[in-house]
């Protein structure tokens, strides 16, 4: 049964709640005592309010960012992605846990930062019974047809546009 093996699912898309969406499923998760891991790439340099959250209830947790922020930010973002994805081949290998969220993951693909064929081929091989779930926009074809479930999230409106940043509490 594919529930057995683990299923993989990616949140892609230009709209917003990708990553909120995976948050989500974690939240159900260690709700029924699962053990969930979550490494960010992209993300990083700015606390966030799912990384508090998750780091005060639930200290054990594997909870790691490996990124310098948008990407427009100086720093080598290669290099800290291709640090995310040396660890999250090991989680996906060696993770006891049923659930490893690789946030942004997408982003890192589609800039060329790690090779799609090196995924593909480490989430083939993934640990049987772990639950994988991808996000972050321009998923390649080639992940999303591992994927159990893509969920395209469209942007119709974002306050982006209308100059308001980032809120505390709502996007970080």
């Known amino acids: 049964m594919e529930t057995e093996k683990g299923l993989i699912l990616n949140f892609t898309g230009n709209g917003k709640g990708k990553s909120s969406a995976a948050f989500g499923i974690a939240l159900r ?3 029924w005592d699962w053990r969930v891991a979550v490494v960010q790439f992209v993300k990083g340099g700015r606390e966030t309010g799912e990384m508090r959250f998750f780091r005060k209830y639930f200290p054990d947790m594997i ?17 800290a992605a291709r640090e995310g994805w040396e660890r999250a081949k090991e989680l996906l290998s060696r ?18 930062m790690i090779s799609v064929q090196e995924v593909s081929d480490a989430l083939k091989e993934k640990r049987s019974g772990l639950h994988v779930i ?3 926009r321009h998923a390649p074809e080639e992940v999303r047809n ?12 974002h306050p982006y546009r209308n100059g308001v940043l980032a809120v505390k509490g709502v996007d970080f």
């Open 29 to 31: 998760a260690l709700g």
């Open 63 to 79: 909870f790691e960012q490996h990124g310098l922020g948008r990407t427009t930010q100086p720093g080598d973002h290669t290099a």
């Open 95 to 112: 993770f006891d846990g049923e659930l490893l969220i690789l946030d942004e993951l997408n982003i890192a693909l589609s800039r060329g």
């Open 134 to 136: 991808l996000t972050g």
């Open 146 to 157: 591992l994927c159990d479930l893509v969920s395209e999230i469209g942007e119709v409106r």
